[in-house]
């Protein structure tokens, strides 16, 4: 009958309905397994992260702490700064020379001390020219330090032995009465000459003698006549005059110096770079070697006892 037949096809169609839905709950649960694996895999990276992070953490404290020791390293006094401040010796010397007989051969900075006083200095020892054993007492190479300064400040020293430097007038002129030094000046130009002045007599009065320079038998390369008037002037500065010139030398060429009138030399006159360093009369002067209007591109005077 009619009604039996319309009963049969919604049988029908409920089957193939519920089906339907079987098969979607046999996908939902493919699913869900798919999903609930991926989640476990993501746990298990979550912990492996978790575990690199603190083995990350920890290596960032122990970097962090090594950072902070070579920190306090570097700042502790008398510690290896680079290559080029080999060592600051806690042992003090009177000189370089005194240094490099005690067995310290490697250039850098040392402690001296002029014996008899408390008064100490730190400065570059040169261990490796003509045999070492050298003190260096004034070094110009870059212009990084001015030296148009004043008397006090020449009598004390300034810069950093490390680079630019002045000694110090009071400290040479004790060291050079206690015993005979030579001075050995050395000079670059900006086209990659060098050449020298060697004193085999050098000494630096007191203060109350302003200072006054004594230089005796010359050799070298810079000249054959000695650019620092022989035997030697007192020491001028901007506020010392005691040139010979009614000029005021240290202040018309700057920095100090043991000008005569104004004289042929001036080691600390103004820095001028590459290109600006010809046809100056206030520059870094040596007459016998680059004349009157050359400034140099690097000095370094040098002193070490005659009988080294």
């Excluded at 193939?16 to 079987?22: A, G, N, R, W, Y």
């Excluded at 070094?139 to 490390?162: C, I, L, N, Q």
């Excluded at 070298?220 to 001028?236: E, L, R, V």
Aim: aromatic share 12%.
């Amino acid at each position: 009958s009619f009604l039996e037949k319309r009963v049969l096809e919604m049988e029908d169609k409920h089957t193939l309905q519920l089906k339907s839905i079987k098969d979607e709950k046999d996908q939902l649960q493919v699913l869900v397994a798919r999903q609930n694996s991926i989640i476990e895999e993501l746990e298990k990276q979550l912990v492996t992260a978790t575990v690199n992070n603190s083995v990350l953490q920890k290596q960032q404290h122990d970097l962090m702490e090594t950072v902070h020791n070579l920190l306090t390293m570097i700042s502790t006094p008398n510690s290896a700064k680079n290559n080029f401040i080999a060592k600051e010796e806690q042992i003090s010397f009177k000189d370089c020379a005194e240094a490099f007989k005690s067995g310290l051969t490697t250039s850098g900075i040392y402690t001296l001390t002029v014996p008899n006083t408390a008064q100490e200095k730190k400065a570059y020892c040169d261990m490796e020219t003509g045999g070492g054993g050298w003190t260096i007492i004034q070094r110009r190479e870059d212009g990084s330090v001015d030296f148009h300064r004043t008397w006090k400040e020449y009598k004390m020293g300034f810069g950093d032995p490390a680079g630019e430097y002045w000694l110090g007038n009071e400290f040479v002129s004790q060291l050079t009465n206690q015993k005979r030094y030579v001075l050995k000046i050395h000079l670059k130009d900006w086209e990659g000459n060098e050449a020298y002045s060697l004193y085999d007599h050098f000494s630096l009065a007191s203060e109350e003698l302003k200072y006054r320079i004594y230089l005796k038998g010359l050799t070298g390369t810079a000249g054959k006549i000695s650019s620092i008037s022989q035997p030697g002037n007192d020491f001028s500065t901007k506020d010392a005059d005691n040139d010979k010139c009614i000029c005021k030398c240290s202040q018309m060429l700057t920095g100090g110096w043991w000008f005569d009138a104004c004289g042929p030399s001036n080691l600390n006159g103004m820095y001028y770079p590459l290109r600006q360093n010809n046809n100056k009369f206030n520059g870094i002067k040596w007459y016998y070697w680059k004349g009157s209007g050359y400034s140099l591109k690097a000095t370094t005077m040098m002193i070490r006892p005659a009988d080294f």
